[in-house]
């Protein structure tokens, strides 16, 4: 049974600073694909950032060049690391990670955590 345990959200003023982690257990097959999604209120759930298990990355527009994705596959965790928040950056970020075995590729999600951007 794989789980995704996040951690790190949290209350902070724009142009502040949050470190999100999420560690994954359980995984029978390590993840080829770790990454974090984002869903606002109202809004529908988002790609903010993913990384491959040999280290490419992608990450959405909104984010590029104050986010920054990483990875330790011996620990089978990914950390977000958000700089200069705004408060259109305010949602509930998931972890997601990506499991391939015979059947093809399996998708997990972690419970989300909140991050918050007010002054």
């Known amino acids: 049974q794989v789980q995704l345990v996040e951690s790190g959200g949290g209350l902070v003023q724009p142009g502040g600073s949050l470190r999100l982690s999420c560690v994954g257990a359980?995984?029978?097959?390590?993840?080829?694909?770790m990454g974090w999604y984002r869903e606002a209120p109202g809004k529908g759930r988002e790609l903010v950032a993913e990384?491959?298990?040999?280290?490419?990355?992608n990450y959405a527009d909104s984010v590029k060049g104050r986010f920054t994705i990483s990875r330790d596959n011996a620990e089978n965790t990914v950390f977000l690391q958000m700089n200069s928040l705004t408060p259109e950056d305010t949602a509930v970020y998931y972890c997601?990670?990506?499991?391939?075995?015979?059947?093809?590729?399996?998708?997990?999600w972690g419970q989300g955590t909140q991050v918050t951007v007010s002054s």
């Open positions: 997601n990670a990506e499991e391939r075995d015979s059947l093809g590729p399996i998708d997990y």
């Open positions: 359980g995984s029978m097959h390590g993840f080829t694909a």
């Open positions: 990384i491959t298990r040999g280290g490419a990355t």
